[in-house]
């Protein structure tokens, strides 16, 4: 119950701090997306890897939410996720790429 106090005041001090949809795009990454961005699984670019981000990340952002929206090589479509919003998938996305340029 304490930490789960502690976790909601945190969350209110990210929404605070950086923006909703930041803080909605972090939660949904790690929730959805970092099963395989962070170990890279299946050729998935990591997290933070400035070299695999930097190509994909050119693209520009409309181009990154269509593959995540519609699936790309091994990424099913939305990751899997399929009951998430198209907004949430867009925030993730702004989120891996905020912290892998
Ligand atoms: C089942 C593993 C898996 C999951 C879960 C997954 N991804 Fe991916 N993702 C991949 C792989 C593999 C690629 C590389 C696809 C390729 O280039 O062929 C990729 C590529 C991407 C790219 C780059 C696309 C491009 O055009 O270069 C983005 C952005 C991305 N993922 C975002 C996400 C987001 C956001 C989520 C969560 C909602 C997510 N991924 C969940 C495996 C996954």
């Known amino acids: 119950m304490k930490k789960l106090t502690i976790a909601t005041m945190c969350a209110g001090l990210m929404l605070a701090t950086s923006g909703a949809a930041f803080a909605d795009g972090a939660a949904t ?3 959805a997306c970092a099963a395989c ?12 890897d400035k070299a695999a981000w930097g190509p994909r990340i050119e693209q520009g952002n409309d181009a990154l939410y269509a593959a995540v929206l519609n699936g790309k090589g091994a990424m099913p479509p939305k990751g899997g996720r399929t009951d998430l919003s198209d907004d949430a998938i867009k925030a993730a996305v702004d989120y891996m790429v905020a912290q892998s340029k």
């Open 29 to 31: 990454y790690k929730e």
């Open 37 to 48: 961005h962070v170990a890279g699984v299946a050729g998935a670019p990591k997290l933070g």
